[in-house]
C-alpha cells in the first residue's frame, strides 16, 4: 500500500555501493528487471530511493558512464535486444501525498510506487476512476509515459500534472496535462526519450465516478458475479477476473503486454478492408478514424495463438502478447516481432507499431 514500509526495496544487487539516497551497482544483471525476463547486462545500475538526490546521479552517469540514462519502473514494457552501455536507474521513490476537497482528491504519487497497488489503495480509500485500469503491471511513473489504457478508460482522464526532472534545463519542471500531450499509449514523454524523467504524477479522482461498463464483457462478467447495482470495487473484481482469464500473467509466463498497438485507418480506407475482411473488429473514433484490433490483424496474418519461434512466441490467450517460454533472447523476440509487422503488412498494407521501448546497447527505438 502506498506510503507504508516496501521490502521489496530492498531486493537489490548484491553488495551494491549505498550512498544516501540511491544504491549503485556495477555490470549489472537486468533480467530481474524486465518482466520479458530476457537477459541483458547493465554498465551501471541505480537504484533511486530519493527523487532529490537525481542531479546528483545523473551528474554521476555523466562524468563517469558516458551520460546515457534509462530510467526503468518494474521493466514491464521494455524488450532489451542487447546490454545496455549506459546507466540504468530503477525508480524505487514511494510515497502518496494526499489533498481530499468536498467530492474529490487530489493525490501526488512517487513514480516508484507501484501501479496495481495504488489503484487497489484509492478504491479502498473510497476513491473511484481507477478501477478499470487494475492489474496493469507497472509503476505510477511509467503510467503517463504511454497513457495506460484498459476496459475503455485511459489514464489520462485522471491526471492533473506530471513532476519531472528536466534533464535540458536540469530543473525540476511540472508539466500540466495539455503539456503532456496524451494520446492512445502516447504522451510527450515518447516523442522527447530521455529529456524529462517522471518522479511523481498528480491525480485527481472523485468521490463518485460514474462507472466504464460499456466495453465488451464487463456487463457480463458483473451478471456473474450476481450484481446488478455495481460499484467501483465491483467493476475492478470484474476487470481482473476478466484480464487473468484473457491476458498472460507475468509472473507465470515472461511478457511485456500488448507488443503492437491497435493501428488506425482513415474511414476509407478502413471500409475498404471491411468489405475484404468483414470480420476485422474496428471501432470509429470522434476523429472520424478507425481504431482497428491488432490481434486480430496478427492471427489473420498466420500468427496463431500459442505459435512459438524456439523459445519466443505468441501468447496462448492473447495474439497481442509475445512471450518468453524461457530463454528467448530479447533479439529472437524482437526478430519475431519484426516478423509478424512484415506479414501484417504484406497481407494488409497495415504498418503496426510497437508498444514497448525495443532498448538496443545505447540506443531505444
Ligand atoms: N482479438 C483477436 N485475437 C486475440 C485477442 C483479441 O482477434 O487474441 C480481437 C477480438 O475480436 C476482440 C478485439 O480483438 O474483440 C479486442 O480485443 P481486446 O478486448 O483484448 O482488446 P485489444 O484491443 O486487443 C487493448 C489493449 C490491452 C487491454 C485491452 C482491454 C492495446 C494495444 N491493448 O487490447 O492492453 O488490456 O484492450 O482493454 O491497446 C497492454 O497495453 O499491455 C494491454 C494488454
Known sequence: MPGSKRPGALNMQARPLDTSGYTLSLDANLSPHNSLRVTARASLLARLHDATKLPELLGHAATQHGGDVLV???????????????????????????????????????????????????????????????????????????????YGVEVAEFIDSVETFDTCKQAVTILDKTACAFGYRDSVFKHVPGRYIVTAVRFTLPRQQSLHL??????????????????AFHVAQAIGQLRTRKLPNPAHIANAGSFFKNPFLNAEQALALKKTHPDLPMWSQADGRYKLSAAWLVEAAGFNKGYREGDAGISRRHALVLVNHGKASGAAIWALGQRVMEEVYKTFGIHLSTEPQVIGNRGVS
Open 72 to 150: 526503468l519502473g518494474e521493466g514491464s514494457n521494455v524488450l532489451f535486444t542487447a546490454d545496455y552501455t549506459g546507466m540504468v536507474v530503477l525508480m524505487a521513490t514511494r510515497g502518496v501525498w494526499v489533498e481530499e476537497q468536498d467530492n474529490q482528491v487530489s493525490m501526488a504519487v512517487a513514480a516508484g510506487e507501484r501501479w496495481d497497488d495504488f489503484v487497489r489503495w484509492t478504491l479502498t480509500q473510497g476513491f473511484s476512476g481507477l478501477e478499470n485500469l487494475i492489474l496493469i503491471p507497472g509503476t505510477v511513473g511509467a503510467a503517463p509515459i504511454q497513457n495506460i489504457g484498459a
Open 214 to 231: 460499456e466495453y465488451a464483457g464487463i456487463r457480463q462478467e458483473l451478471k456473474r458475479m450476481g450484481v446488478s447495482r455495481p460499484a
